[in-house]
Every structure is written in structure tokens, then in C-alpha cells.
């Protein structure tokens, strides 16, 4: 089994920034993608940014240029920097990955259990 856990969330001012962190850990062969989604209250959890398998990386169009993600392969730990945020980024965010346990075997799905982001006006 893989685990997630997300840190960083919090309370901001409009236009003010956090950064979250997420840390995989238990047997991983290998992690193919790696990003963050996020739930606003009454709306579908959505894709923020995420690192794909194949080294492409894809920003959700609301949140490119003022969001950034980054990663550290030796610590399975992938972060967002979230600049200039709004009061429309409040939502759960929620750490996932695709994992490999195995050389040999499938890549399974796998989510953390979310941090609050609020921003207030």
C-alpha cells in the first residue's frame, strides 16, 4: 500500500500564498504521476497540476501562472506553490498519485485525505 500525506493548508488573505506538501510512503517500485486535485463545496473534485508519466506536466487553465508544482524524486514528495491566490481556490486539495508496488505488476491509484485551503476576501 501507498500512503499520501498532505501538509500545508490553511487560512489566507486574498492575493496572499501557501505552499502544500504531499509525501508518498510504503513499498513503491516506482510513482508514474504525481499531482493535486482539489473539491470546492457542491462541485466535482477537479485537476490542479500534476506531474504525468512521460515527464509532462499540466496546470488547470484557472490556476497557470500563479500555481506551480515541483517535486522531489529522492523523498517521493511532490509541493504546490500557490501565489496570488483567490477566494475561488477554496477547496479540499487533495494529494494522487499512480503508483507501481512491483516491476512486474500494475499501477494502482492512490489519493491523500485532503487539505483544507480557505481563502478569504
Known amino acids: 500500500q501507498v500512503q499520501l500525506v498532505e501538509s500545508g493548508g490553511g487560512l489566507v488573505q486574498a492575493g496572499g500564498s501557501l505552499r502544500l506538501s504531499c509525501a508518498a510512503s510504503?513499498?513503491?517500485?516506482?510513482?508514474?504521476?504525481m499531482g493535486w486535485y482539489r473539491q470546492a463545496p457542491g462541485k466535482q473534485r477537479e485537476l490542479v497540476a500534476l506531474?504525468?508519466?512521460?515527464?509532462?506536466?499540466t496546470y488547470a487553465d484557472s490556476v497557470k501562472g500563479r500555481f506551480t508544482i515541483s517535486r522531489d524524486n529522492a523523498k517521493n514528495t511532490v509541493y504546490l506553490q500557490m501565489n496570488s491566490l483567490k477566494p475561488e481556490d477554496t477547496a479540499v486539495y487533495y494529494c494522487?498519485?499512480?503508483?507501481?508496488?512491483?516491476?512486474?505488476?500494475?499501477?494502482?491509484?492512490?489519493w491523500g485525505q485532503g487539505t483544507q485551503v480557505t481563502v478569504s476576501s
Open positions: 494522487y498519485a499512480v503508483a507501481r508496488l512491483l516491476a512486474t505488476g500494475p499501477a494502482y491509484q492512490y
Open positions: 510504503g513499498i513503491i517500485f516506482s510513482i508514474n504521476a
Open positions: 506531474f504525468a508519466s512521460g515527464g509532462t506536466t
